[in-house]
């Protein structure tokens, strides 16, 4: 089984919304971390949002700070990023992946992708 799958990527104007969807393998659940990174073309990886699986607590990018939100739900198996006014420089290949306690992002999804046009 594919421990990550993305979706939800579209083609959207800016300052519309958009909600991420990442389905979780259910072992993920035993991990330390999941999260959301994009790439644009051109461009490396960066990270976007977090969230600890065992505290709860969330990390977001000062670039998305106030317009992205990572949630989960755990009866799905699923974390999801909801983006809201969105802008030209958020288009990417947006990744979900999990963290086990190495403190590295080791699995990773196939990714989706968002554009944003003017």
């Known amino acids: 089984q594919v421990p990550l799958v993305e979706s939800g990527g579209s083609l959207v104007q800016s300052g519309e919304s958009l909600n991420l969807t990442c389905t979780v393998s259910?072992?993920?659940?035993?991990?330390?971390?999941i999260g959301w990174f994009r790439q644009a073309p051109g461009r490396a990886r960066e990270g976007v949002s977090c969230?600890?699986?065992?505290?709860?607590?969330?990390y977001t990018a000062d670039s998305v700070e106030g317009r992205f939100t990572i949630s989960r739900d755990n009866a799905k198996n699923t974390m999801y990023l909801q983006m809201t006014s969105l802008k030209l420089e958020d288009t990417a290949v947006y990744f979900c992946a999990r963290q086990w306690f190495n403190g590295q992002y080791d699995d990773w999804g196939p990714g989706t992708q968002v554009t944003v046009s003017s």
């Open positions: 259910p072992d993920t659940l035993n991990y330390h971390s």
């Open positions: 969230l600890s699986l065992g505290t709860g607590s969330t």
